[in-house]
Nanobody
Framework: QVQLMESGGGLVQPGGSLRLSCAAS????????AAWYRQAPGKEREEVAR???????NYADVVKGRFTISRDNAKNTVDLEMNSLLPEDTAVYYC???????????????WGQGTQVTVSS
């Protein structure tokens, strides 16, 4: 059973920082691209940042220069460092990754359960 588990959410004041972490557990062959998404109340889920297995990154325009995505392939973790947080960053943040259970199987999308980030004074 493959699972993604997020941690690190919470309440932070505007201008503050938070670091989210996503850990993959279970038995699997490898992880391809990984990404962080977020969903605010009443809004659609949006991709915030993406990182390839080789470390190439992409960011949504609204978080460029403030958020940094990183990964540790040895530990099967993906982190999101969030700085200069704004009230509009308030959302549930989800970890997403393409994972192969075995070398001969297809890549399958996995999602974490989400972690709440609230930016408020």
């Amino acid at each position: 059973q493959v699972q993604l588990m997020e941690s690190g959410g919470g309440l932070v004041q505007p201008g503050g920082s938070l670091r989210l972490s996503c850990a993959a557990s279970g038995s699997f062959w490898g992880i391809a691209d990984a990404a962080w998404y977020r969903q605010a109340p009443g809004k659609e889920r949006e991709e915030v940042a993406r990182i390839s297995r080789g470390g190439s990154t992409n960011y949504a325009d609204v978080v460029k220069g403030r958020f940094t995505i990183s990964r540790d392939n040895a530990k099967n973790t993906v982190d999101l460092e969030m700085n200069s947080l704004l009230p509009e960053d308030t959302a549930v943040y989800y970890c997403n990754a393409g994972i192969k259970r075995y070398v001969w199987t297809m890549w399958v999308d996995y999602w974490g359960q989400g972690t709440q980030v609230t930016v408020s004074s």
